[in-house]
């Protein structure tokens, strides 16, 4: 792809990634991916970088740049291994939720360490029956004096267990319904905060996702996001509206690193074609053959031009997206879902789609383009499954119209 058009900080940063994630993700990869390795290497080069926290201001120790470069590194990183892209952007889906809505104290105290990289951060949103339908979360949060007191479970907890900070969502009014709902930031270790379960996955093995239990974990008042009540709701729909071109650059990097892997192996590995042909009873017969790339047929050719036009697409309305974040736009909700929507179903297709290319090979346990696809799957349907993402284009599609 021409990246032109990024700025030389842009590109350095593309570079360093790069550079990193040949040291640390291609020669590990297949490993962690089959034992369900947390990915520690790759994410210490990081930290040692400065590069954990690139969207948070300098204010608060970290480069002061914006979703764009959150999903450049993300998208690189995902080229190589879509767990780890997802390790990385989690950190961003955590800490939204404290930009967005936190007090001044509360930014000043918990996302310099964030920044810097020393603490991981990680969202808690959705629950066992509460995944879609976020607002019907049943975990509470009582308040008893100057405390409030958590009960519930949450479930599908991205970077759970390998995180230091978690952002908690839980009803202080359950009469309220989604109005009731409020957020919490607890730390690992924290009495009757326990994290639980871990998931065996299908994809991003590398990255765990467990369950967490508060069975009475008593937090101080100081720990209520925005110190109000009830305003929990809008900000994880606003976090998520910023989180999810994060999603979609993973899936762009998935999508990317198997169509450049499969272009390599079309050009290096031959086939046999037909060199001429006899025409009798209305039919072609080969009577000759020759070796040639298999990216000399047309047809393979065709298809990798289709798929290559699918990814370009996508990574422009993804990086329009983020640059709309960036810049401030109003109502960000409708292109974070399209650019979520549409790069990972392309990834999906491109990655499905390589397989095929790759021949019973790519269908192998332990080879790359296997892997890309499992990890691709899980792209359609985290933070928030694509069926929730054409709601919301269809709501404010319909609400501009009523407007
Ligand atoms: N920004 C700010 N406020 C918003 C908003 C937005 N984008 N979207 C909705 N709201 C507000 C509305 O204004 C409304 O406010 P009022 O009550 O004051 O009027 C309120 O929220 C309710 O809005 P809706 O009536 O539209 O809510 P809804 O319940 O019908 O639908 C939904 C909302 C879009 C379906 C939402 O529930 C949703 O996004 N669900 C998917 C959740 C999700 O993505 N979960 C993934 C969690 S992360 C994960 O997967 C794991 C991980 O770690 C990676």
């Not at 004096?145 to 009803?171: C, F, M, P, Q, S």
């Not at 093995?205 to 929990?232: C, I, Q």
């Amino acid at each position: 792809m021409n990246q032109e058009f990024l700025t030389p900080k842009q590109q350095e940063l593309i570079q360093k990634v790069r550079e990193l994630s040949k040291t640390y993700i291609l020669p590990n990869a297949a490993k962690w991916d089959r034992d369900q390795i947390y990915p520690w290497e790759i994410v210490q080069a990081l930290q040692a970088e400065k590069l954990m926290g690139v969207w948070i201001p300098e204010k608060y120790g970290g480069l002061g740049l914006g979703v764009f470069e959150l999903c450049l590194l993300v998208e690189e990183l995902s080229r190589h291994c879509g767990g780890v892209g997802v390790a990385y952007a989690v950190n961003a889906l955590g800490s939204f939720p404290i930009l967005l809505g936190g007090t001044e104290e509360q930014k000043q105290e918990w996302l310099p360490p964030i920044a810097r990289g020393e603490k991981l951060i990680s969202f808690g949103l959705s629950e066992k029956i509460s995944g879609s339908d976020a607002g019907s979360m049943i975990t509470k949060a009582i308040k008893e004096g100057d405390e409030y007191v958590l009960y519930g479970e949450k479930k599908w907890n991205t970077n759970g267990g390998a995180a230091t900070i978690y952002t908690i969502y839980a009803t202080t009014d359950p009469n309220r319904g989604h109005r009731g709902v409020s957020a919490f930031l607890l730390e690992k270790g924290h009495p009757n905060f326990e994290i639980g379960y871990m998931e065996d996955k299908m994809g991003i093995r590398t990255v765990s996702v467990h369950e967490l239990y508060l069975n009475g974990a008593r937090v101080p008042a100081d720990r209520l996001l925005g110190g109000k009540e009830g305003t929990g709701f809008a900000n994880a729909m606003m976090t998520l509206d910023r989180a999810r071109p994060g999603v979609a650059a993973q899936a762009l990097g998935l999508a990317q690193g198997a169509l450049d892997l499969t272009i390599e192996y079309l050009t290096k590995h031959s086939g046999e074609f037909p060199k001429s042909y006899t025409y009798e009873d209305g039919q072609f017969f080969p009577d000759e053959w020759e070796s040639a790339p298999k990216s000399s047929e047309q047809a393979i050719q065709f298809r990798l031009a289709e798929l290559a036009t699918k990814i370009e697409a996508a990574r422009h309305l993804v990086y329009t997206a983020a640059k709309l974040i960036d810049a401030g736009a109003k109502n960000i909700s409708q292109i974070s879902a399209m650019c979520k929507l549409f790069a990972t179903d392309t990834a999906m297709e491109v990655t499905s789609e390589c397989m095929s290319l790759w021949g019973i090979e790519g269908c192998l346990r332990d080879h790359p383009i296997e892997k890309y696809y499992r990890d691709a799957k899980i792209t359609q349907i985290y933070e928030g499954t694509n069926q929730i993402q054409r709601l919301v284009i269809a709501r404010n599609l319909l609400r501009s119209f009523s407007a």
